[in-house]
């Protein structure tokens, strides 16, 4: 298990202690004014502070690997972190809380100027807060079927789904990643600091089931996907895996399955 599930999981997956998603634990390690106040410079703070990480790196990369990578990692995993879950936790989680909120993407606003809605606040009603912050305002509060099948359709175009502290170990949102979110450019293209953890899984394909497709190879967004032309097989290099699972929607012959991250000598040490 990964270090969150040791520190607040109660023994099982951490993002399945229902404890981390109350009203209870959030206004022990945060309050509504601290969470309007953080939503309210979330836009800016991405449009500025990515851009110039990004710039230091650049121009000083040891340094910055060195000193401003762990420091970032550090101050998100105290405040604002992702985990990858794959979609059958997700539903999971979805059929647990009280309240699910559709919400504009900042991600996508900040990247591509264009308004979509693949983010989703879940636990607590935050709707007096998200009221009174302008990019969040334009909320809609839906019901859980809805929002599962909108994941779902969001998993099968290849989006990978997380969960997302304010601050730690309080959980209030779901998000839907592509290459154009800002949690991917920061820990996987840019590579400026570990924002988003991987799942409690990894990938495996069954050899005698692969065709060599290859489907699966372009649907993975973190390249964890190898092939072999000799076999003329697919395989997942456990490494590299971020146990998404989007992997499976795309296989015809239904090769691929999720399995325990701990079960596999590769992969468990690989956060």
């Given at each position: 298990m990964c270090e969150f599930c040791i520190s607040h999981g109660e023994g099982k997956k951490w993002y399945e202690n229902m404890t981390n998603y109350s009203r209870k634990?959030?206004?022990?390690?945060?309050?509504?004014?601290?969470?309007?106040?953080?939503?309210?410079?979330?836009?800016?703070?991405?449009q500025e502070n990515i851009p110039r990480a990004e710039k230091w790196k650049n121009r000083l990369p040891r340094i910055y690997d060195l000193l401003a990578y762990p420091w970032f990692t550090s101050r998100q995993k105290k405040t604002h972190f992702g985990q990858i879950v794959p979609l059958e936790d997700i539903n999971n989680i979805i059929d647990r809380v009280d309240t699910v909120i559709r919400l504009p993407c900042i991600c996508r606003k900040v990247a591509t100027c264009v308004?979509?809605?693949?983010?989703?606040?879940?636990?607590?009603?935050?709707s007096h807060i998200l009221e009174e912050v302008p990019d969040f305002c334009d909320f809609d509060k839906?019901?859980?079927?809805?929002?599962?099948?909108?994941?779902?359709?969001?998993?099968r175009e290849g989006m990978t789904h997380s969960v997302w502290t304010f601050n730690t170990p309080y959980i209030g949102a779901i998000c839907n990643c592509d290459r154009e979110c800002m949690a991917y450019r920061i820990q996987y293209r840019s590579q400026l600091a570990k924002v988003m953890w991987k799942a409690e899984y990894v990938a495996e394909i069954e050899t005698d089931s692969c065709n060599g497709c290859r489907l699966c190879r372009k649907q993975c967004l973190f390249e964890a996907i190898n092939y072999n032309p000799a076999?003329?097989?697919?395989?997942?290099?456990?490494?590299?895996?971020?146990?998404?699972?989007?992997?499976?929607?795309?296989?015809?012959?239904?090769a691929i399955t999720l399995q325990p991250r701990d079960k596999n000598p590769i992969a468990a040490a690989a956060w």
């Open positions: 634990l959030f206004l022990k390690v945060n309050s509504d004014a601290g969470l309007k106040e953080f939503l309210s410079r979330f836009g800016r703070s991405m308004e979509k809605r693949y983010c989703y606040a879940i636990g607590m009603d935050t839906i019901s859980s079927d809805i929002a599962k099948t909108e994941i779902g359709i969001l998993d076999a003329k097989k697919c395989m997942i290099e456990p490494g590299y895996c971020y146990g998404c699972g989007t992997c499976r929607t795309v296989c015809p012959r239904e």
